[in-house]
Each structure stands twice: as C-alpha cells, then as structure tokens.
DNA sequence: AAGGAAACATACTACTTGGTATGTAGTCAA
DNA sequence: TTGACTACATACCAAGTAGTATGTTTCCTT
C-alpha cells in the first residue's frame, strides 16, 4: 500500500472506533448492534466487518484506546518531581480531564469494567478480558503507590482499609463519565473548573489540605487548548 | 382472595422481583431476557408474564422498589435532630449501607439512571422514566440541602460548583455497588466497615474535619443485624 | 361437589441481530 | 490495459427474544 493509502486506512478506521465509542456510550455494549454503528456512519454492516472480526473485537479495541487515554492523561503526573501529593494532584487532573476531553472512549472504559457480568463465553475473549483487566490494575497500581507515598509522608490520610479508600477515590476520578455531557457553551476553561472541583473532592477525601490543594491547582499548568 | 392467598402472592411477587434485580445487576437490562429471569427461578416466561405485563414493567417496578429502600435508609438521618454535618452523615451511612445490603436492586437503581440513554420509545415509558427521575431529583435534593446548611454554618466546604461537588458526593455514596461484592466470610461488622470507610471518605471530602467523623461514627448505633 | 379463578407451563409468531457469503465499484501497480 | 486487491454494500441465515395465545393444574368459594 501506498503511504497515503496507509493513512486513508487509519483516519477511517480511527472513524469507525469513535463511532463504535459513541453508541457503545449511549447504548450500551449489549443494546448496541453492529448495524447501529454502522447506521450511525452512514454505511452498512460491511465496513464494520472488514475492519474488525466481531462485535466484542470492536469493544475491545475501543476500551483498549481508551486505557492508552487514561494513561496517557496520567503520566505527565507520575513521572514528575515533586511531593505524593503533588504528583497526585497532577495525575489525579489529567485523568478526570481526560474522562472529560475523551467521554465516549471513557464512559465505555468505565463500563467495560462491569462487564466481567457478561460471562464471556470464549477463551479468547476471557484472554482479552484479563489482560485488560491487568492494565487496569497497573493503572490503578499507580495511583495506589502515590497514595500509599502521601501517606507515609503524612500529607494525606486514608481510612483503615485502604482499597475501600482507593475505590472511592477512583470511583470519584471516574464520576464525570455518569454525569457530565458535553454542552453547547462549555470551554477548555468551564471544563477545567469541574475538574478543578472533582479533583478538589478527591484529594479533599483523602484528607489533603485545603491550602495544599489550591497551591497545586494555581501551580498545575492548565494548558487550555 | 384470602388472607393467606394474598400473602403468598405478595412472597411470589417479591421473589421474582429479587430474581430479576439480581439478573439485571449480573447482566444488565438489555442482555437479560425475560427467559433468563424465570431460568433464575427455576420457572417459565409464563411466570413472569403473569404478574409483569412487559420486560419494561418488570425493569421499572425494580428501579422503585430500590428508590423505596434508598428512601427508607436515609430517612432516619434526614428527620433526626442534631447539626447539619451529624444529619448527613446518618443518612450518608444509611445510604451506603443499603447500598450494600440491597446490592441488587441498587445496583439496577445506579444502572438504570443510565438508561436515559436507551430512547425510551413509548409514551407511557417515557412517563414513568420522567416519575422516576422526579423522585430520584427529590433525594438528591434531599442530600443537597443538607450539604448547604453545613456549608452555611461551616462544618462543610464545597467548590465553586455545588453540583458537581454534589455529584461526586453522591457518586462516592453510591460507589459501592460498582466494586462491592458479597462475599462468604462477610459479616454485618465488616460491611459496617466498608460503610464507615466510605462515608468517611465523601465527607472529608467534603471538608468535615476528621475529629466530627470519628465522633459521629462512634454516636452512631450501629444495629448489627 | 362444582364452578371458576389464580398460577403458572407450553407452543407459537414476528422481529432483531451477529455473522457469513457474495457481489461490485474504485484503485493501483505492472 | 488488465488483473489483483481494497473497501465496502447487499443478501442471506441461524439463533435468540419480546410478547401472545392457549392449555392445565391447583385452590378457593359457594
């Protein structure tokens, strides 16, 4: 294939995972038909299945782009200088503005959790489910170790079971994708408010001060685009 | 019908409504047939069409039943007399608490304000989603309210945005459903544990000083089942 | 005892849906 | 130009599902 050929290749493919992303969001993974998606891209059936081999290949593809999201928002945060709660703060911020900026990857990343309901049948989607499900735990691994950092040092507190602290916590990181809908007249700035706001929640939760958290928030680096 | 006829048509009633909690939270709405439900009970379609006159009926007549027991474990809290931040915690641990020990139907009342997403096609569908929000708006508004006095008499601290401080409040509180699971060796201390932990969580993150949360936990009767 | 209603089970229909098989228009290299 | 290949669309099938129509048994009333 041609060089241009190739990029034709990927900008629709990158179309059909979006559109997948989107009904898969409003619909839900069981509700939604392959002919929904299709429907929504103006095309049929076909085109859905010459770029993937089955519905639940669609699903994953779409959950797996959303984890490279998620880890992207947060790694900036993780790989950075500075005090647990610092580093938190920042990974904490690019991960709801991440839930916000990518709601539709993100609310089927949310929801494709829940699905270990859907008792899978075949093995090879249990094998595609545990090794999402392994990234997953890595990602929140994470934010656990910066946790357990900040409280070491004092800065933040959890309650006597940490993983009941921790599934609150990223329960709230990931709250936005139940709640929040994109808005006619919502900016890059409105948006960085609700995540100032939920991000203040979280840490406050955990016991950060509030001062420390409204030097973090004036300091972090809100590049509005 | 006689006494006892009535009664034991109200038992049946109330186990084919938890068998269909409990196939809804496993799998959700749209991947659980009404066979499915009656598979649960060891019966036939014939059984659940006798007493639900649709999939809809039988779904919705869930998701109220769930909003009579989230009511009902927040009442106490709601009415007692004491400070604003003592009141929402009671009525934030009776909620938690019943997140957990009514897990499937919570877990259907949580999913369930999710399906706004499924167009709801019919009118009288429509009426009664619009029934079911309105009452769903009243609790909220109930925690709400709460949450403003504190904040007016300044146990409380909320961000600029009250709704989205609000919304992650009431996502930490119904949290539970998402990762709690039941397990053999859990005992009513243990998910009180859970409860406290929780709740202890949403309302530092709301700014409650840690020394009121461990004097309100340790006030408060803990009836252990 | 008899009649009827309640509480289901069984059988069936119309429709949807995941997946496949096949057709076809455009593209591109040789 | 032509043959192969890409990128779909169309037609089709088997399986599953909501809902209905019709038994059948048990129980209650009279």
New binding site residues.
């Given amino acids: 294939?041609?060089q241009?050929?190739v990029q034709?290749?990927s900008e629709?493919y990158e179309e059909l995972l979006r559109a997948a992303a989107e009904c898969f969001q409003s619909r839900g993974f069981?509700?939604?038909?392959?002919?929904?998606v299709?429907r929504h891209l103006?095309?049929?059936?076909?085109?859905v299945?010459?770029?993937f081999?089955?519905?639940?290949d669609l699903f994953n593809a779409v959950r797996e782009r959303a984890m490279d999201l998620v880890f992207a928002a947060s790694d900036d945060g993780y790989a950075m200088q500075g005090s647990p709660a610092e580093r938190l703060y920042e990974m904490s911020a690019g991960h709801v503005r991440s839930m916000i900026d990518d709601l539709p990857y993100m609310h089927v990343l949310v929801d494709g959790l829940q699905m270990l309901r859907y008792s899978t049948t075949t093995q090879f989607q249990r094998e595609a489910m545990e090794a999402h499900l392994a990234r997953r735990d890595v990602y929140e691994q994470r934010f656990r170790e910066v946790v357990v950092e900040g409280v070491a040092d004092g800065q933040l507190h959890v309650g006597p079971q940490l993983s009941v602290t921790i599934q609150s916590f990223m329960g709230t990181l990931n709250g936005p994708v139940f709640w929040y809908r994109p808005r006619g007249d919502d900016t890059s700035e409105s948006r960085q408010a609700i995540v100032d706001d939920v991000v203040r929640f979280a840490l406050s939760g955990l016991g950060l001060n509030e001062e420390s958290i409204t030097l973090y928030s004036s300091q972090s680096r809100k590049v509005f685009a």
Avoid at 42 to 47: F, M, V
């Fill in positions: 294939m041609s241009t050929a034709a290749r629709r069981a509700a939604t038909s392959i002919d929904t299709a103006g095309a049929t059936k076909g085109r299945y010459h770029y081999p089955s519905k639940m």
